[in-house]
């Protein structure tokens, strides 16, 4: 529970959610990155019960092309955790869970994940929506 302030406890429970910098380093972004790419490029298998979704738009105008899939990665998802050894490491890095349990108690279950990496100035954003619907 050291990681929260008295005010991030606060924000998250005024507005539901929390920005948290440098939860996770350089080198940890970084091998989140080249692993995803790895997937997406299929180098390494894709995880059970995940799909590859890339940016429709650039579906649209013909750009996507199988030397630059990861370029146009709109995500990867929904159960890396479940399968997928590194997803899983992070899903469960003890950084994060200690952030959780600050936020929410000691009984935290992660029945999703998803990797999301839209492309610059293509597309649109995620709109606002509750995935707890779907699952």
């Known amino acids: 529970m050291g990681l929260l302030s008295e005010a991030q406890r606060a924000q998250y429970r005024s ?5 948290v910098e440098d939860l996770f380093g350089p080198a ?3 091998a989140l990155n080249r692993h995803a790419e790895a997937v997406v490029m299929e180098q390494v298998p894709m995880p059970e019960r995940c799909a590859v979704w890339l940016e429709p738009d650039a579906e649209a105008q013909g750009l996507v092309r199988p030397e630059n899939r990861y370029q146009y990665l709109f995500k990867i998802g929904h159960q890396m955790q479940m399968s997928d050894a590194l997803f899983q490491r992070y899903a469960m890095h003890p950084a994060l869970v200690e952030l959780l349990e600050g936020l929410v108690g000691p009984d935290i279950k992660c029945v999703q994940s998803m990797f999301i990496d839209k492309p610059a100035g293509l597309g649109v954003g995620q709109p606002y929506h509750q995935d707890a619907w779907y699952l």
């Open 28 to 30: 940890d972004c970084e």
């Open 15 to 19: 507005q539901g959610y929390l920005v």
